[in-house]
């Protein structure tokens, strides 16, 4: 089954202490991107990557590190997680940056840092 | 830069009626896509309508139709004979066509369908 796969769906962890969400899809897209939703704001981008290697910021990179080694892989990385980054994050991809077609996104993973 | 407005955080409509969403955007683009999206209490987002800016004529999805006037710069949702199934999050979103790295969400408007 083509899909985006996140992990984890939910996780909980303490000021400061670094944490990775994993993201993965089966579709060969070289475009992957990360979304954290708020209540009131939509969703907003992370960081998005074009293809191997290639990553850049999007509208709200600051806390967050992401790397791109594999064509599949896309991990989220909070280095020193602040309770300001409790959301929900979106991984999402597309077969190409220009597709006109929508995302197909991840099933979310709702983050609490305490 | 390009922004999405939802005007409605929530709307309510009985079960069998019609419901229409409202979206508007603001770009100086003129090539560009125009989304819905359907987020259910399982989180999953859910592509229901897209529209290509070049077309005039209004896309449709079995109940899904949009009413997109360009012009205007809005994007509406109409969402006919409600289902308990369509209670959901929707979000509007719009993409620039060459160049684009990302879809610009709007706020989200959340539907109540009422048996």
């Known amino acids: 089954e083509a899909q985006v796969t996140q992990n984890p769906r939910y996780l909980i962890t303490v000021t400061g202490k670094k944490l990775t969400v994993t993201c993965s899809q089966n579709?060969?897209?070289?475009?992957m991107s990360w979304y954290r939703q708020d209540p009131g704001l939509g969703l907003r981008q992370i960081y998005y990557?074009?293809?191997?290697?290639?990553?850049d910021k999007g509208d709200v990179p600051e806390g967050y590190k992401v790397s791109r080694k594999e064509k599949r892989n896309f991990p989220l990385i909070l280095e020193s997680p602040s309770p300001n980054q409790t959301s929900l994050y979106f991984c999402?991809?597309?077969?190409?940056?220009?597709?006109?077609?929508?995302?197909?996104f991840g099933s979310g993973t709702r983050l609490t840092v305490v | 830069a390009q922004t999405v407005t939802q005007s409605q955080p929530e709307m309510s409509v009985q079960e069998a009626e019609t419901v229409t969403l409202s979206c508007t955007y603001d770009?100086?683009?003129?090539?560009?896509?125009l989304f819905w999206y359907k987020q259910p209490p399982s989180r999953q987002m859910i592509l229901v309508i897209r529209?290509?800016?070049?077309?005039?004529q209004n896309a449709t999805e079995n109940r899904f139709s949009v009413n997109f006037q360009k012009a205007a710069k809005s994007f509406s949702l109409k969402i006919s004979d409600s289902q308990l199934g369509d209670a959901a999050m929707y979000f509007c979103?719009?993409?620039?066509?060459?160049?684009?790295?990302?879809?610009?969400f709007g706020q989200g408007t959340r539907l109540t369908i009422n048996p």
């Open positions: 999402a991809s597309s077969l190409r940056v220009y597709f006109p077609y929508g995302y197909t």
């Open positions: 979103a719009y993409r620039r066509g060459q160049g684009a790295q990302k879809l610009v």
């Open positions: 579709m060969n897209h070289e475009y």
């Open positions: 529209q290509e800016a070049y077309k005039q």
């Open positions: 770009t100086s683009e003129s090539d560009y896509y």
């Open positions: 990557s074009m293809n191997v290697e290639v990553t």
